[in-house]
């Protein structure tokens, strides 16, 4: 049983650049979370997508955007990217929607590194 | 204020030693609490996930809840050196998945 999967495991980018990330849920899973894990820190939440709609949102600017398609994979895309959005960006999957008590699964990561 | 605060160490305990992670937590809307273990290039793994006050034990690993103290606490027994990882508190409200997350806390278990 796969569980969450992302890629790419590692990327290099420059100030300015776009950059899209993708995930796949673990099987039987339908809400898509991502997160953004900055050394040393916690997770912060980005946004959650559930039914290719975002259905809520963490605080941050709308450089963040995504995407769910219908097989419940998922994007995050960052636009006019700055040194601060290096970090380890984290996918999570749940079960029964966003109003659900399910718990989240994590994939291990894309470390997004800006130069 | 953070909403949830977690000691972020690092913690260094000789093997076989009872360790205790705590985390308190300042919105009593919070519901949900989770222990989520780190390895180093790795994603957080769910360790514990409980609603209740009160203890709850899987194996080694015992999460403990005081709602009225807005306190969460993990506790583990006979550690382990393959213990030695970051450990998050998450917390969640009724009805929505975001997740808050403690700070995390470096735990190092030594032969």
């Known amino acids: 049983d796969a569980g969450v999967t992302q890629s790419p495991t590692h990327l290099i980018k420059t100030r300015g650049q776009q950059v899209t990330l993708r995930c796949s849920p673990k099987s039987g899973h339908d809400t898509v979370s991502w997160y953004q894990q900055a050394l040393g820190q916690g997770p912060q939440f980005i946004f959650q997508y559930y039914e290719e709609e975002e259905r809520q949102r963490g605080n941050f600017p709308d450089r963040f955007s995504g995407h769910q398609f219908p097989n419940y994979s998922s994007e995050l895309n960052v636009n006019a990217l700055l040194l601060g959005d290096s970090a380890l960006y984290l996918c999570?999957?749940?079960?029964?929607?966003?109003?659900?008590?399910?718990?989240?699964?994590f994939g291990d990561g894309t470390r997004l590194s800006i130069l | 204020q953070k909403e949830v605060e977690q000691d972020p160490g690092p913690l260094s305990v000789p093997e076989g030693a009872i360790v205790s992670l705590n985390c308190t937590y300042s919105?009593?809307?919070?519901?949900?609490f989770m222990w989520y273990r780190q390895y180093s290039r790795k994603g957080p793994e769910l360790l514990m996930y409980t609603y209740s006050s009160g203890n709850k034990e899987d194996g080694r690993f015992t999460a403990q809840v005081d709602k009225s103290s807005k306190y969460i606490s993990l506790f583990i027994r006979d550690s382990q050196p393959s213990d030695s990882a970051t450990y998050l508190c998450?917390?969640?409200?009724?009805?929505?998945?975001?997740?808050?997350f403690g700070q995390g806390t470096r735990l190092t278990i030594n032969p």
């Open positions: 998450a917390i969640k409200i009724q009805g929505a998945q975001k997740l808050v």
């Open positions: 919105n009593s809307a919070f519901q949900y």
């Open positions: 999570a999957s749940s079960q029964r929607g966003y109003r659900s008590n399910q718990p989240q699964h």
